[in-house]
């Protein structure tokens, strides 16, 4: 099973500062078959990003994801007051795992 | 627009079963790879099970193998999971979502999720 670890664990940010969030897996992702996830508190989890670095529906231009391999980041340019959430990757390359999450807080 | 609802989700004993549904409006349900996943309280996301369009391929989490079952009509766009022998671990929100379609693969990513129903595991 491959084992995605995310990082930091939380990150304490200002509105309109940029957020850098990691995910590393303990094996290398087949076809780069990684997403990022949003979750609210309080809601459902949004897809914002698939194979690595494509923006899912509607998803603003802030978000963008890259990586490959076994080392990814999402990265939100700057910050607006909705983006602090919980993040999480998921890699569906072999069977389909999750990270643990990372949480993006208000400074 | 995409909606998909879950239902049948309550309290139940440890050792017991519970059998939770999804349901769909606005997209060709019979299409789409479709899949459970759970969360519980103050927890993280945990696949729990996929059903490819056709029902040939399913796949279980380890978690759950021997003890849940995934099924789907497509004549009724609906997504079921029967869950037996319920441990006090498996009580979680749990999210019916959709994957892919088209020859992508089972195991893919989900682009909706339904609100959630909730499981609890306790005597």
């Known amino acids: 099973e491959i084992v995605l670890t995310q990082s930091p664990g939380t990150l304490s940010l200002s509105p309109g500062e940029r957020a850098t969030l990691s995910c590393r897996a303990s094996q290398s992702v087949s076809s780069s078959y990684l997403a990022w996830y949003q979750q609210k508190p309080g809601q459902v989890p949004r897809l914002l990003i698939y194979g690595a670095s494509s923006r899912a529906t509607g998803i603003p231009d802030r978000f963008s994801g890259s990586g490959s391999g076994t080392d990814f980041t999402l990265t939100i340019s700057r910050l607006e007051p909705e983006d602090f959430a919980v993040y999480y990757c998921?890699?569906?390359?072999?069977?389909?795992?999750f990270g643990g999450g990372t949480k993006v807080e208000i400074k | 627009e995409v909606q998909l609802v879950e239902s049948g989700g309550g309290l139940v004993q440890p050792g017991g079963s519970l059998r939770l549904s999804c349901g769909d409006s606005g997209f060709s349900f019979s299409s789409y790879t479709m899949n459970w996943v759970r969360q519980a309280p103050g927890k993280g996301l945990e696949w729990v099970s996929s059903i490819s369009s056709s029902t040939r391929y399913i796949y279980y989490a380890d978690s759950v193998k021997g003890r849940f079952t995934i099924s789907r009509d497509n004549a009724k766009n609906s997504l079921d999971l029967q869950m037996n022998s319920l441990r006090a671990e498996d009580t979680a929100v749990y999210y019916c979502?959709?994957?892919?379609?088209?020859?992508?693969?089972?195991?893919?990513?989900?682009?909706?999720w339904g609100q959630g129903t909730v499981v609890t595991v306790s005597s």
């Open positions: 979502a959709r994957g892919g379609s088209g020859g992508t693969p089972v195991l893919y990513y989900f682009d909706y």
């Open positions: 998921q890699q569906y390359g072999s069977s389909l795992t």
